[in-house]
């Protein structure tokens, strides 16, 4: 029966993909500047295992590592998630968490605690920042969700068609980057580079606490989305037919927006701006297991996850012991793995 | 018995006015076409009776129920609609479109219940040797037929169609009407229908409206309707044949 044999198809990728998250895991704890064995590893992943622990060792792969790590899958499966959703409602391939303008808006929100210090509920100087880390990612997330209330309104204001979110994502989008571009016209060159270097996206900005912030939202987010995969595969056929299938396309569109608005805006706040994935992700996905959403959507944010855990690692081994933003990397290695996905005969697949 | 009542039902686009009046009931497992030339409001009367336009006034009932009263998915329940240009964003299987037609019943996943519906359909249908291949691999009419497969997995009492047999080849179309005629009658589900093309109607019709501007200008048994009036309505002459069983064909005259 197709329903069991696909069935079956989509455990045995969830099987395959988690197995490879956890070598992906294994091996980036244990690749770095200092290398690490993997008794070492064992010691820190299970505390009874017999034996003592060198305090350095453990320093590196508790503080430095792991959280590293765990945002890299956190936020890879956040932007894949996003990116499956986001492909669906707004009816193109191409769309991606940025096309609606939520990087640009953050950037916005950052430079405006760099540059001017301030954060969202007054003026600060730059002492505060340096005292408060959490001011950039507070005006990130605020202007994330500035950009996205604007969108949805103005979606919800003339039918959330895909083509009026589309449109003004690009609005909002060229409105923020303006903004940035005149903050950084004004800025100090120490500023504009803080603020540059934020931009690329880096995971080694990452602590505790922002994994289990962004863990908790990748969580909720999922967890709403996946309950909606019915509503999100009905949109597959149209919006007219949607529409009989008992949806409501209108309501459906603009939850769904606000969702991967959340599911992006979190992860941007905290580690700044991280392209490809979102878009990658859901092509991979869908090469793999087709584009019913009840099945996209674990797989999606399994191959973000791996995607960004590998394009983080390389960032740390490439020019080893510098660490390159894992902005660029997850750009250069994804062009020629979208493109070797759109040109090879598979692509008719999918 | 009564299955479905439209009731003086207008709407208007802006400024013009697209459907006035109209008013007219079909029994149940009767199909019924609609008739018209490009703007006479068919695909307009269909997407009101969906519900995917309000009218402006008027009201549909199904056995007596308001249609504007129940909810979105209840609705779905007991009226699909195939438009013009079936489409899908991303190449879904002809099993899974099918199933998809179950979503009013869906709560997370298809259940094993539903599963069993669509395999029902897809072989009432003759269309299981499809059933694994990509939708949008299939010929026209195919694709017409797994489309008309998922609406009749909504299990509904009104099918609305919207051309089905647009783009498609004498066979098809002969295929596809076939069909049609004897899912209503098996299943007494009513089929209202647009068509363009004026032959195959009393061949496959047990009623006829014709639209004109937005009003009904004939409401009846197909094979009683006045030539004079499509004449008007599509403002073409034609010219009349009969078959051994009395029924006519019209051959547009082109001088």
Redesign the interface.
């Known amino acids: 029966?197709?329903?069991n044999r696909?069935f079956n198809r989509e455990r045995v990728f969830v099987i395959i993909l988690s197995l490879l998250l956890l070598l992906l895991f294994v091996l980036s704890l244990a690749l770095g500047t200092i290398s690490l064995s993997l008794t070492d590893i064992v010691h820190i992943l299970l505390p009874f295992y017999p034996g003592h622990l060198n305090p350095i060792i453990a320093k590196i792969i508790i503080d430095i590592r792991l959280p590293r790590i765990l945002m890299a899958m956190v936020v890879g499966a956040s932007l894949g998630i996003a990116g499956s959703k986001l492909q669906?409602i707004l009816?193109n391939?191409l769309a991606s968490p940025y096309t609606i303008g939520i990087a640009s808006a953050s950037a916005f929100g950052a430079a405006l605690a760099i540059v001017l210090g301030a954060g969202i509920i007054g003026w600060y100087g730059t002492y505060f920042i340096i005292l408060n880390p959490y001011a950039i990612a507070i005006n990130a997330f605020t202007f994330a969700v500035i950009g996205t209330i604007f969108i949805a309104l103005m979606a919800f204001r003339k039918g959330a068609s895909p083509t009026t979110i589309i449109l003004s994502g690009i609005a909002t989008t060229f409105m923020f980057s303006a903004a940035t571009s005149l903050l950084q016209y004004f800025g100090t060159s120490e500023q504009v580079t803080a603020l540059v270097f934020w931009m690329f996206g880096d995971l080694g900005k990452a602590n505790w606490i922002e994994v289990e912030i962004t863990t908790i939202s990748l969580l909720i987010t999922f967890t709403i989305v996946?309950?909606l995969?019915?509503?999100l595969?009905?949109?597959?056929?149209?919006d007219?037919?949607a529409?009989?299938?008992?949806?409501?396309v209108k309501l459906c569109r603009i939850v769904m927006l606000l969702l991967a608005s959340l599911l992006t805006a979190v992860p941007v706040a905290f580690v700044g701006t991280i392209g490809f994935i979102g878009l990658l992700a859901p092509h991979i996905s869908?090469f793999l297991v087709?584009?019913?959403h009840?099945h996209l959507i674990p797989i999606s944010a399994l191959v973000g996850a791996e995607l960004l855990l590998a394009a983080d690692t390389a960032s740390r081994l490439v020019l080893s012991p510098l660490i390159l933003p894992v902005g660029i990397l997850t750009a250069f290695m994804g062009v020629p793995l979208f493109l070797y996905l759109l040109f090879s005969r598979g692509a008719k697949?999918? | 018995m009564v299955n479905i009542k439209i009731m003086n039902m207008e709407f208007s686009y802006k400024s013009s006015s697209a459907l006035r009046g109209v008013t007219f009931e079909v029994r149940e497992g009767e199909v019924v076409t609609l008739l018209g030339p490009n703007g006479a409001g068919k695909t307009t009367l269909l997407r009101c009776i969906a519900r995917i336009l309000r009218p402006t006034k008027g009201c549909v009932f199904i056995d007596e129920i308001s249609l504007s009263k129940i909810s979105r998915r209840i609705l779905s329940k007991n009226v699909s609609y195939l438009p013009q240009m079936d489409e899908t964003l991303y190449p879904l299987k002809v099993f899974e479109v099918v199933l998809l037609g179950r979503i009013p019943y869906m709560k997370i996943k298809p259940t094993p219940d539903d599963i069993k519906e669509a395999e029902s359909i897809i072989r009432e249908l003759g269309i299981g040797n499809l059933k694994n291949k990509k939708y949008n691999e299939l010929s026209g009419g195919e694709q017409r037929k797994v489309a008309i497969a998922r609406t009749l997995a909504q299990n509904p009492k009104v099918l609305l169609l919207d051309e089905p047999t647009s783009h498609l080849d004498l066979k098809h179309q002969i295929e596809i009407m076939k069909t049609l005629k004897s899912i209503s009658k098996t299943k007494k589900i009513s089929v209202i229908m647009s068509l363009h093309d004026i032959n195959l109607v009393p061949r496959f019709s047990d009623k006829l409206v014709v639209l004109n501007k937005g009003e009904i200008v004939y409401c009846g048994d197909p094979k009683d309707i006045d030539i004079e009036i499509l004449e008007k309505v599509y403002e073409i002459k034609f010219e009349v044949l009969y078959n051994n069983n009395g029924l006519f064909y019209l051959v547009p005259k082109t001088s």
């Open positions: 029966m197709t329903f696909d669906t009816r391939p996946l309950l995969t019915p509503r595969d009905a949109l597959v056929l149209g007219e037919v529409e009989t299938l008992g949806i409501r869908r087709g584009p019913i009840r697949e999918w």
